[in-house]
């Protein structure tokens, strides 16, 4: 799939905006202006998790849903 698309860099994302992509552009300016060759983000180590009120509820949802079952 990659092999076919012709850009300088790639970025990946989860598509159900879960997380912000605030810092999308840095990480790709660092790979095409710095030169990495690779930026990954880390979610865990941010204050994201304590200001974000609707952690994992979904995750809840579905594993209560599949006990349900």
Same mark, same amino acid.
């Given at each position: 799939?990659? +092999?076919?698309? @012709?850009?300088?860099?790639?970025?990946?994302?989860?598509?159900? @905006?879960?997380?912000?992509? @605030? $810092?999308? =552009?840095?990480?790709? $300016?660092?790979?095409? !202006? @710095? %030169?990495?060759?690779?930026?990954?983000?880390? =979610?865990?180590?941010?204050?994201?998790?304590?200001? !974000?009120? +609707?952690?994992?509820?979904? $995750? =809840? *949802?579905? =594993? *209560?849903?599949?006990? %349900? *079952?």
């Amino acid at each position: 799939m990659f +092999r076919e698309i @012709d850009a300088d860099c790639y970025l990946m994302i989860d598509g159900d @905006d879960t997380y912000p992509a @605030d $810092n999308a =552009r840095d990480m790709v $300016n660092a790979v095409l !202006n @710095d %030169k990495v060759d690779m930026v990954i983000g880390d =979610r865990l180590s941010s204050t994201y998790f304590t200001e !974000n009120k +609707r952690l994992f509820q979904g $995750n =809840r *949802l579905v =594993r *209560l849903l599949i006990k %349900k *079952l």
